[in-house]
Each structure stands twice: as structure tokens, then as C-alpha cells.
């Protein structure tokens, strides 16, 4: 369990540095004055992968966790609603659009609306997965790794 929740944590930071470098890669090409290469394909794909893993190791960790407790109390404890609704929700909602996202740039007709894509759905995504990362300072019982 120990290693699952270390693996979680530790993975949340290639997460981060892929979303961040496919939107950066996207910045200033969503005007369609560049190619869409496969390098920039890649960037997005990896930021996909990343996360969609990160997702299932949280889904395991969701149901084996001892911070998530099914139970009406859990409602008014603030550690034990952020891991059994909000971060769940929060984390899901910001993979179905990074998937989008990743989906629309595939059939995007013009190099810039697929750099868009990109841009606009992932860096939705990655605000939503910045503000329901359990940070130390939350108090919450992240860690930083």
C-alpha cells in the first residue's frame, strides 16, 4: 500500500512537467503559423498517458485507502471529504478533459485548432489537478513525494 501511495505521489510530478510541456509546446502555435508535428503530438500523448495512468493507480488507491472511508461521517471530517468526493471528482472531471482535448487535436482540421486544443483543454486540466493535489500545506496529509 505504502509503495502504491509513494508511486501516486511521486508520479503526480511527470504528470505536472508533461501537461506543462505540452502547453508550453502549444503556446504561440494556436495561430497555425507552425506545423503539428509528431514531436508535438508526442508531448500531448504523454501528458495523456501520464495522467490516465496516475489515474489508476489512484483508483486503486481509492478503494484500498485507509483515508477513504464510505461512511455519512466521513461527510464532516474536511481529510476524509477531500479524499472520498472532492479529489476523486475534481481529478476526474480534469482527465475526461485533457482527453478531450487530446481527442479533439487528433481531428482537428488545421494545425492551429490542434495546438489549441491542447493548450485550452490541458491547461484546464492541469489547474484543476493544482488545486486538488493534497499539497503539505492543505493539511490534508500530502507529502510533497
Known sequence: MEILRHAHSGLRWLVLIALILAIVNAVGK?????????????YGLFALIFTHLQFVLGL???????????AATS???DVLRFFLVEHISIM?????????????????QTDGK????????????????????????????????
Open 30 to 42: 494556436t495561430n497555425g503559423s507552425k506545423a503539428f508535428t509528431d514531436k508535438d503530438k508526442k
Open 114 to 145: 490542434k495546438f489549441k486544443s491542447i493548450l485550452v483543454f490541458y491547461l484546464i486540466g492541469l489547474i484543476l489537478i493544482l488545486a486538488s493535489i493534497p499539497w503539505p500545506f492543505l493539511n490534508y496529509g500530502g507529502s510533497w513525494f
Open 60 to 70: 486503486v488507491l481509492y478503494f484500498s485507502s485507509p483515508k477513504v472511508v464510505f
Open 92 to 108: 476526474l472531471i480534469a482527465i475526461i478533459l485533457i482527453t478531450i482535448g487530446y481527442s479533439k487535436s487528433k481531428r482537428a
Open 75 to 77: 461527510m464532516k471530517s
